[in-house]
């Protein structure tokens, strides 16, 4: 799921989703072999695979605007879904520091949205949140990523106005000399 999420961060969502198939697949094999071992105490070990796996498949779905999958069709535990959702949050992330550096300031303005909205929904979700002490943590995070997005929106902002009115500025001191 991992190289699936540097296929999203690359733009090549095909792949991404090839690769997503695959780790569902592997998934799921695991998962039997494990229900089939009487020896193994808890599927638990799982939990970091779900939780990437749910991370991937969010990711894209949120990337290429399509409907995001729950957790049923995902195959995967509700807990272990919000916990790969809080993730998407730093993904995000990413994406709008790689717009950002690409001069994509709508792009940057885009992700940090969706990174709000996820915020909101996970901490609008008490039960979670009083369950899984995890998920709070991750939302501390997420709340720490999303005002860092801000701050560096803002100030990509700030410099492109300043650029443009020194360019307007330029031209007019420009016009001035020439009259």
């Known amino acids: 799921a991992k190289r699936a999420i540097f296929a999203i961060h690359k733009g090549e969502l095909d792949k991404a989703r ?3 198939d695959q780790a569902r697949k592997e998934l799921g094999e695991l998962r039997e072999l494990l229900l089939s071992r009487p020896d193994v105490a808890s599927l638990s070990i799982l939990n970091p695979a779900y939780q990437e796996y749910s991370e991937a498949e969010l990711l894209l ?3 290429s605007g399509s409907e995001p999958p729950g957790p049923e069709e995902l195959g995967v535990p509700p ?9 998407v949050i730093g993904e995000l992330r990413r994406r709008a520091l790689e717009a950002l550096r690409g001069g994509r300031l ?4 885009r992700s940090l949205e969706l990174m709000e909205d996820i915020y ?3 901490i609008s979700l008490d039960e979670a949140q009083a369950i899984l002490s995890e998920l709070r943590r991750k939302c501390d995070v997420g709340r720490r990523l999303i005002e860092a997005t801000r701050g560096d929106i803002a100030l990509e902002a700030r410099r492109l106005a300043l650029e443009k009115a020194m360019r307007e500025l330029e031209a007019a001191l420009e016009a001035k000399h020439q009259a």
């Open 120 to 122: 909101m929904e996970l």
């Open 106 to 109: 709508e792009d940057a303005e």
């Open 61 to 63: 779905a949120f990337v």
């Open 18 to 20: 090839e690769l997503l």
């Open 79 to 87: 807990d272990q879904y919000l916990l790969g959702l809080a993730d």
